[in-house]
């Protein structure tokens, strides 16, 4: 089968190349990919996660094409939406049926593509922040994939919402998604948060704590600045205790939060905010727009079968 292999000497570290299909295991059902979707995280650390040759990729929809072997999870012939560690940007892929989810006939499968990371990781982590009706809750880098879910989620869940962006050509949108204020600098908001859905990280992770009242947390989702963070705690005590910083990690399982997000998308309660799209001959033009800041949202990529 065709697949896209990492290749540190290939623009963007991808290639296409001919491999041997997955071998399900027991538990695992085989998916024929119709789409995926690229992660920041996934294209930014390539290299740091995988060795020549293999099949990267998080997010893909796709139609099972072969049934778990136990019994578990979707028949042959079901829509789906599933994440897994590797190997979905090829024209197959075995995943666990616990990260699979149903994808109602009227979503298109490019848009159920941007579901299971971005989706699932700004719905736990809106969760992780505890009742958020009537409370402000910032979300920073939120012109990103999980950004924009992140402010459409906490809007539906009753949440004040204030949208942190790196410019404002970056803001397009985002009122129309729910955000109540939007920002550049975090030295626009005037007035203390009860949480934090944080996907930059560097120095404006502890810029996000001083924010926070007390009672409330910044749930550390990501590091889209790709540089380290520093809190200063001996000032953030002086500023106010019982705040917290909690490392989010998304966990496992996804598969019912992929079919209630799909459910969102079905009765346009949820706008998968896609601003790439194309075959996915143009895997290393999608990865540079998404390093570059040049995608508002997700990036998705069709997967193109000879004869089809």
């Given amino acids: ?16 190349a001919d491999v041997p299909p997955p071998e399900p ?10 789409a995926v979707s690229l992660n920041f995280g996934e294209v930014a650390f390539l290299g740091e996660m995988r060795n020549p040759g293999d099949v990267p990729g998080w997010d893909a929809a796709g139609v099972v094409v072969r049934a778990a072997a136990d019994g578990s999870g979707p028949k042959e012939g079901t829509r789906v939406a599933s994440f897994g560690g590797s190997g979905a940007w090829a024209e197959l892929r075995a995943v666990d049926t616990s990260e699979l989810g149903v994808v109602p006939d009227a979503v298109d499968l490019g848009s159920a593509s941007t579901v299971p990371v971005a989706g699932v990781t700004a719905l736990r982590a809106l969760r992780a922040l505890g009742p958020v009706v009537g409370r402000r809750v910032l979300v920073t880098g939120a012109s990103g994939g999980v950004g924009r879910y992140a402010v459409q989620l906490a809007r539906r869940a009753g949440a004040h919402v204030v949208a942190a962006v790196g410019s404002a050509a970056r803001a397009e949108g985002l009122r129309a998604l729910g955000a109540d204020e939007i920002v550049v600098d975090l030295a626009e908001v005037r007035e203390p948060v009860f949480g934090v859905l944080e996907n930059v990280g560097g120095a404006q992770l502890a810029r996000a704590l001083s924010l926070v009242e007390r009672g409330g947390s910044v749930q550390s989702i990501g590091m889209a600045s790709r540089e380290p963070s520093t809190i200063d705690f001996e000032q953030e005590r002086r500023r106010a205790g019982n705040r917290r910083v909690e490392v989010f990690v998304v966990g496992a399982g996804f598969g019912p939060d992929i079919a209630y997000l799909a459910s969102l998308l079905e009765r346009g309660a949820l706008d998968p905010q896609i601003g790439f799209r194309g075959g996915w001959e143009r895997a290393p033009e999608a990865a540079a727009a998404l390093l570059d800041r040049r995608v508002a949202g997700k990036a998705v990529l069709e997967i193109r079968r000879e004869g089809r």
């Fill in 1 to 16: 089968m065709r697949a896209l292999v990492y290749d540190p000497t290939q623009p963007r570290g991808l290639r296409f």
């Fill in 25 to 34: 295991a027991p538990s695992q059902a085989l998916v024929e990919v119709h």
